[in-house]
Nanobody, 126 residues
Framework: QVQLVESGGGLVQPGGSLRISCVASGFTLEYYSIGWFRQAPGKEREGVCTYDTRDGRTHYSDSVKGRFTISRDNAKNTVYLLMNNLKPEDTAVYSC???????????????????WGQGTQVTVSL
């Protein structure tokens, strides 16, 4: 069964850090480019960062640049998102998505991907 499953979300204080995971099953993540998205209540889904499997390049939105880092462990078929210096405005459901081969754009739309996860809640609050 092909699926992406996120985990690692939770409640963290402002300024804290959190690492969330996205585990793939049913396909080999190494051959796919990855996108992390987030959606806060009442807001549209936004692309946070991407990883191009063709050359390993990463791209970050201005809102998270310098604070978030995407990485991949091929042996574990897992992608991670390390989030540092978290802010209340980072509160959202975070989801991963995968598309075969190279990215079609620096920040492809959600619908451009082939597989999607259900998301994990990240809450930044005192």
């Amino acid at each position: 069964q092909v699926q992406l499953v996120e985990s690692g979300g939770g409640l963290v204080q402002p300024g804290g850090s959190l690492r969330i995971s996205c585990v793939a099953s049913g396909f080999t993540l190494e051959y796919y480019s990855i996108g992390w998205f987030r959606q806060a209540p009442g807001k549209e889904r936004e692309g946070v960062c991407t990883y191009d499997t063709r050359d390993g390049r990463t791209h970050y939105s201005d809102s998270v640049k310098g604070r978030f880092t995407i990485s991949r462990d091929n042996a574990k078929n897992t992608v991670y998102l390390l989030m540092n210096n978290l802010k209340p405005e980072d509160t959202a459901v975070y989801s991963c998505a995968a598309m075969p081969g190279r990215l079609v754009d620096r920040f492809p739309d959600w619908g451009d991907y082939e597989y999607w996860g259900q998301g994990t809640q990240v809450t930044v609050s005192l």
